[in-house]
């Protein structure tokens, strides 16, 4: 099955930073999700994203399929954006969906 | 509307007894997906259901494992005979159709003693 794998596994930001998240897949996808996990537990759906680019506020993404690679950009942090970041794939021919091990990021005020 | 829902939040149990989760998926949602996170690590998949269709359940990590959906309501996962490694919290999502955004529940936190 597809093979899911994120980068940096940490990163620590002081607030109002930018960074940027990568999640590389060994498969082609037609479907890619990035996803936040707060600290209370609770994951929020951040992008749908096959391919291409969409922005929503300070968060964008990028996903370019035929290299087997997705990016999230963070603008200027918030304490807020604290949390796990997680992107997921499914394996080909199925919707069992594989999530990454996460990148675990902390702002700083 | 109201989102995922799943009870309980909570649950410990003695090792050997059964427990069931329960998920409420968002109304309209013919896919939904039960995944499980040990403590500090990623998700797992666990099982899909997509309408009337038979469940991809290629995920339950063994037999004591199982899982039922009513139409595109309610859906149940069932552990019998609870073993330690089972501990974690059990995540439920909902998605409008196979191909959708995600929408997760709080997940239920189970302890196993």
């Known amino acids: 099955g597809i093979q899911v794998e994120q980068s940096p596994p940490d990163l620590i930001l002081q607030e109002g930073a930018n960074s940027t998240l990568r999640c590389n897949f060994s498969?082609?996808?037609?479907?890619l999700q990035w996803f936040h996990q707060n600290p209370w537990g609770q994951l929020i759906n951040l992008f749908y994203?096959?391919?291409g680019t969409k922005q929503n506020g300070r968060l964008s993404a990028t996903t370019v399929a035929t290299e087997r690679y997705s990016l999230l950009y963070i603008s200027s942090s918030q304490t807020t954006d604290s949390g796990v970041y997680f992107c997921a794939a499914p394996t080909s021919g199925t919707y069992k969906y594989i999530f990454g091990t996460g990148t675990r990021l902390k702002v700083l005020a | 509307g109201a989102g995922v829902s799943q009870s309980p939040s909570n649950k410990v149990t003695e090792k050997g007894k059964d427990v069931e989760l329960r998920c409420d998926p968002i109304s309209g949602h013919t896919a939904l997906y039960w995944y499980r996170q040990r403590l500090g690590q990623g998700l797992e998949f666990l099982i899909y259901f997509q309408g009337n269709s038979a469940p991809d359940k290629s995920g339950l990590p063994s037999d004591r494992f199982s899982a039922e959906r009513t139409g595109e309501s309610v859906s149940t996962l069932t552990i019998q005979r609870t073993q330690q490694e089972d501990s974690a919290v059990y995540l439920c999502?909902?998605?409008?159709?196979?191909?959708?955004?995600?929408?997760f529940g709080p997940g239920t936190r189970l302890l196993v003693l």
């Open positions: 994203i096959p391919s």
């Open positions: 999502a909902s998605s409008r159709d196979s191909q959708g955004t995600q929408y």
């Open positions: 498969d082609s996808v037609n479907n």
